[in-house]
């Protein structure tokens, strides 16, 4: 009887202790760690700084496990129509690219924990029957990736 106390004990301080390594980032604030500097980014500027910054945003999907994504992502950058959007509090990202002492860093399973929305761009990529969408935040440009789809044949 001891024996299983203690069993039951040390697991559920592993599970207390552990949890907090996987649960969602919580992304308070914007602009700490920007990939790009940018005061006021423009759609029309998103694709020229991110060809610029080509290498980075290489190494930011690398790290996040979707290097399949990088070559079409900068395909349908040069020529896609970005959508101005209002990201509310609660929403959340299967990733997000930014830059921390100017190395590319990525988060994994983020939400908006801010107090207001924050200002971006959206993208949506169609991609091996995969509908991808892109998130750039205004003021920082990082990169994320929202959310992904199948899209019916």
Same mark, same amino acid.
């Given at each position: ?81 970005? $959508?101005?959007?209002?990201?509310? *509090?609660?929403?959340? @990202?299967?990733?997000? !690219?930014? =830059?921390?002492?100017?190395? +590319? #860093? ?24 995969? $509908?991808?969408?892109?998130?750039? *935040?205004?003021?920082? @440009?990082?990169?994320? !990736?929202? =959310?992904?789809?199948?899209? +019916? #044949?």
């Amino acid at each position: 009887m001891k024996i299983k106390v203690t069993a039951i004990f040390l697991m559920v301080s592993l599970m207390v202790g552990v949890s907090p390594l996987f649960a969602a980032t919580q992304l308070k604030k914007l602009g700490a760690s920007p990939f790009y500097k940018a005061k006021a980014l423009k759609a029309d500027q998103v694709y020229p700084i991110l060809k610029k910054l080509q290498s980075d945003v290489k190494t930011g999907f690398i790290q996040a496990g979707a290097v399949n994504l990088f070559q079409p992502f900068m395909k349908a950058m040069e020529n896609a129509t970005l $959508e101005a959007v209002s990201v509310q *509090p609660g929403e959340t @990202f299967i990733w997000m !690219l930014y =830059k921390k002492k100017n190395k +590319p #860093k990525v988060f994994h399973d983020v939400v908006w924990a801010g107090k207001s929305p924050f200002q971006a761009y959206r993208m949506v990529m169609r991609h091996d029957q995969r $509908e991808y969408t892109f998130i750039f *935040p205004v003021i920082c @440009f990082n990169i994320a !990736l929202q =959310k992904v789809a199948d899209v +019916p #044949k």
